[in-house]
């Protein structure tokens, strides 16, 4: 690889931002407590009930997942604006667009992918049914790393204002409903012997049109900020 290109300070942001989250892993663990916290609260506030747990059980996952990934979508870039690694960023030459790249699929490596295995643990845990198990972790495959593209985006236009959580997160929430509404869609549909291929590809053409749309966007969010 060429020193200096682009792919090369794609790697090197990625590797800097996995050994940062190594250095934090006990902050890194949060989202998963939280998931966790949030998914014993429904059977406290409805009951035992085994039936009714389990009709429930994959819209719960999803809810956990969607707002446990909440949880780290401040930190994405704020400390490097607050430290200055950002200017050098996009004063660096490189594509700022692959860049940001690197640091969502940082965030979804450190956040997505431990969620998205997590999630069909604590459906089973509610009971969700066998037969569903297998649709959602193909679900959550396919929309958490959209959770984090989306996040992402709005991460990096409010990364220049101060005490932004609120406001990130309603402007976060609005946007992954439909994430939410395919991917507990599917579940249900296995649950019900529906096809499940219809949210499914809603879900893939999803992450498919935000894999190049969401780096350049926060490339432009990014060098507004820094400006």
Excluded: Y
């Excluded at 431990?114 to 396919?142: F, Q």
């Excluded at 409903?177 to 507990?184: K, N, Q």
């Amino acid at each position: 690889m060429t020193p200096g290109s682009t792919a090369a300070a794609f790697l090197a942001l990625l590797r800097r931002d996995l050994l940062l989250l190594w250095r934090r892993r006990s902050d890194a663990l949060n989202p998963l407590l939280f998931a966790l916290m949030v998914a014993t609260l429904f059977p406290l506030a409805l009951g035992p009930e085994a039936q009714k747990l389990a009709r429930i059980a994959g819209g719960v996952a999803w809810v956990t997942v969607l707002l446990a990934s909440l949880l780290s979508l401040d930190a994405l870039f704020r400390p490097d604006a607050e430290d200055g690694t950002l200017e050098q960023l996009v004063a660096s030459g490189q594509p700022l667009a692959a860049l940001a790249a690197a640091k969502i699929l940082a965030h979804w490596i450190g956040t997505g992918l431990p969620l998205t295995l997590a999630g069909p643990a604590l459906a089973a845990l509610l009971g969700l049914e066998r037969e569903a198990l297998p649709t959602l972790a193909i679900a959550l495959a396919l929309g958490t790393p959209l959770l984090s593209m989306i996040g992402a985006s709005c991460a990096a236009l409010t990364v220049g204002m101060r005490r932004s959580g609120i406001l990130l997160a309603l402007l976060v929430l609005p946007l992954t409903v439909p994430v939410l509404i395919f991917g507990a869609g599917a579940v249900d549909a296995a649950m019900t012997g529906a096809a499940t291929q219809p949210p499914l590809l809603f879900l893939a053409a999803g992450l498919v049109l935000a894999l190049p749309l969401a780096p350049l966007v926060c490339a432009a969010a990014l060098r507004l900020n820094a400006s």
